[in-house]
């Protein structure tokens, strides 16, 4: 059974760092890309960015919102993704979801139950 | 302001069908067949309905369809059951600088 388990979420202040992990289990982690999707409390959902596995490169992208500030990582020998949230801010507040992409289909297969992440003073 | 335009709501009686619409631009699903729907419970993360535009996952009801316009696409649930009561994400891919864009959201209430 596919299993994603975030976890490092809490209340950090505007300007902090902030790092979240996505432990997965139940498929071969590192065959297939992973994004992180997060969902601002009573709104809807945004995609915050992706790592390819390192059959393609491992390379990552980032929407626009958190480019420079937001950097995604994973290691394969313990099944689980990283997304590091630097200079954070109010916005930032949300539910961050770790997802799994499809191997060769395009869509986010398996969702994790998330990670509240709060920033305020 | 989501990227992907949805109905903010729609309902439906029991055993009726809905369709909720995404609307997006020629830049995202007018230029790929790669549309997918999220249903979410409250409180609940999101789960995959129907991918690259029609398929649905191993699981999903045939109930829930999907189909594309030029620049909207369309969910349809039939038959519709107390249980469909959720919220309901559109996503596309949009390029390789954007990547993914979702709509707003439409909350489905089941009379």
């Known amino acids: 059974e596919v299993q994603l388990v975030e976890s490092g979420g809490g209340l950090v202040q505007p300007g902090r760092s902030l790092r979240l992990s996505c432990t997965a289990s139940?498929?071969?982690?590192?065959?297939?890309?992973m994004s992180w999707v997060r969902q601002a409390p009573g709104k809807g959902l945004e995609w915050v960015g992706f790592i390819r596995s390192k059959a393609y490169g491992g390379t990552t992208e980032y929407a626009a919102s958190v480019k420079g500030r937001f950097t995604i990582s994973r290691d394969d020998s313990k099944s689980i993704a990283y997304l590091q949230m630097n200079s954070l801010k109010t916005e930032d507040t949300a539910v961050y979801y770790c997802?799994?992409?499809?191997?060769?289909?395009?869509?986010?297969?398996?969702w994790g139950q998330g990670t509240l992440v709060t920033v305020s003073s | 302001q989501s990227a992907l335009t949805q109905p903010a709501s729609v309902s439906g009686s029991p055993g009726q069908s809905i369709t909720i619409s995404c609307t997006g631009t020629?830049?995202?699903?007018?230029?790929?067949?790669?549309v997918s729907w999220y249903q979410q419970h409250p409180g609940k993360a999101p789960k995959l309905m129907i991918y690259e535009g029609s398929k649905r996952p191993s699981g999903v009801s045939n109930r829930f369809s999907g189909s594309k316009s030029g620049n909207t696409a369309s969910l349809t649930i039939s038959g519709l059951q107390a249980e469909d009561e959720a919220d309901y994400y559109c996503c596309s891919y949009a390029g390789s600088s954007t990547y993914w864009v979702f709509g707003g959201g439409t909350k489905l209430t089941v009379l």
């Open positions: 139940g498929f071969t982690f590192g065959d297939y890309a």
């Open positions: 020629s830049s995202d699903v007018g230029s790929y067949n790669l």
């Open positions: 997802t799994r992409e499809g191997l060769v289909t395009v869509n986010f297969d398996y």
